[in-house]
């Protein structure tokens, strides 16, 4: 019997074929006598422009040079190293490792880096040398977004390979790590993806029956999605073209976890395909306050920062990002999406939803 070959066993084969050669630039360099060096993408806000193609911000052309001949330059590098070859143990051994194991793995190795910051840092230069995100060389934040809804999953990942889940089997809803993100999608019942930026809402609109009444994949993201969430939306999207709709608070940090989903994020913009720019920000806008009497609160100096900072991004130009940017300004408010329940529990599903989804489908 032939041994099964998921989406996930080429990337992890393509990532392997980067790293090696990565390793032979490297070992090249040591065997003409000329010092090693790398070219490494610059990561700075002024280095990121829109990419019409991908519909997102990514990285521009300019590069930083990383050299053994610059005695500063000695220890990133060794440590850049260090990273790539623990990032092809993890793959060859089928092993996983947050980015905070990853920081105790190279201090017990003996690997110099400061704080887990540093090697923070050096893991997502190593993502733009090789053009793939971290996730994809078996390295990840620790998991706080789920997913519950009508869709069966089959693992691919060593020691689970085959095995299938039925993601409305658990009212928590199910953990998004590795394991799901790369999961292969087998069957699925729903027809559009609610992504919640709230738990107590999440668990709402599960309780509700959200899920079945709109025909939806439930997705909590904890407040800014994890990467890992981000790709699994995305695929989502495009392998089972499902629209997708996310809700956030209605304040500027609500406001901007919608954007970097469909937009992406500046953090983020050396990997590419993780935003969603076809998603659509269903609220709860800052003009639903008004519309809906919802209790809220002033906005504090620091939310009114954001907002500026918000006004002067590229990304919140267009409508409805700059039309609720400008109701910030007149309401000087803001509210959570728990607002709604001053109507009763069962009002953001009964009564908010089904009056978004109209209104946005109208569009």
């Given at each position: 019997m032939s041994k099964q070959i998921y989406a996930s066993d080429k990337i992890?084969?393509?990532?392997?074929?980067?790293?090696?050669k990565l390793g032979e630039r490297v070992v090249s360099d040591l065997e003409r006598g000329a010092f090693p060096r790398l070219e490494i993408p610059a990561r700075t806000t002024s280095n990121i422009v829109y990419d019409e193609r991908l519909r997102q911000y990514v990285?521009?052309?300019?590069?930083?040079?990383?050299?053994?001949?610059?005695?500063?330059?000695?220890?990133?590098?060794?440590?850049?190293l260090w990273i790539a070859a623990f990032a092809k143990q993890l793959i060859q051994r089928g092993k996983t490792s947050t980015l905070r194991d990853t920081y105790?793995?190279?201090?017990?190795?003996?690997?110099?880096?400061?704080?887990?910051?540093?090697s923070d840092e050096l893991i997502m230069q190593l993502e733009s040398i090789l053009d793939f995100p971290?996730?994809?060389?078996?390295?990840?934040?620790?998991?706080?977004?789920?997913?519950?809804?009508d869709l069966v999953i089959e693992y691919t990942v060593p020691g689970f390979r085959g095995k299938r889940i039925d993601l409305s089997a658990h009212?928590?809803?199910?953990?998004?790590?590795?394991?799901?993100?790369?999961?292969?999608?087998?069957?699925?019942?729903?027809e559009q993806v609610f992504?919640?930026?709230?738990?107590?809402?999440?668990?709402?609109?599960?309780?509700?029956?959200?899920?079945?009444?709109?025909?939806?994949?439930?997705?909590?993201?904890?407040?800014?999605?994890p990467r890992n969430c981000r790709k699994l939306i995305r695929r989502l999207h495009d392998e089972l073209n499902l629209p997708i709709y996310v809700f956030t608070d209605a304040d500027p940090w609500g406001v901007h976890i919608a954007s970097v989903l469909?937009?992406?994020?500046?953090?983020?913009?050396h990997i590419k395909e993780i935003n969603v720019p076809d998603a659509v920000w269903a609220g709860v806008w800052p003009s639903d306050i008004r519309r809906y009497k919802l209790p809220s609160m002033k906005l504090s100096e620091r939310d009114i920062k954001r907002i500026q900072e918000l006004e002067n991004d590229p990304r919140y130009q267009n409508d409805p990002w700059r039309r609720e940017i400008k109701e910030f300004w007149k309401i000087k408010r803001k509210a959570e999406l728990e607002a709604f329940s001053r109507y009763g529990l069962e009002f953001i599903v009964e009564e908010f939803l089904p009056e978004r989804l109209a209104e946005l489908q109208k569009r």
């Open positions: 992890k084969q393509a990532v392997l074929e980067r790293l090696k990285l521009g052309s300019r590069r930083m040079e990383r050299t053994a001949r610059n005695v500063r330059h000695l220890r990133p590098f060794a440590q850049l105790y793995v190279a201090i017990g190795e003996g690997i110099d880096f400061e704080d887990q910051d540093e971290r996730e994809d060389f078996n390295i990840f934040p620790e998991e706080r977004a789920s997913i519950y809804g009212p928590d809803g199910f953990a998004i790590g590795p394991a799901l993100t790369t999961a292969e999608f087998v069957k699925c019942g729903a992504v919640i930026e709230k738990g107590a809402v999440f668990a709402r609109f599960v309780e509700e029956g959200a899920d079945k009444k709109y025909k939806a994949i439930l997705i909590h993201t904890a407040g800014q999605s469909i937009h992406g994020s500046a953090l983020s913009a």
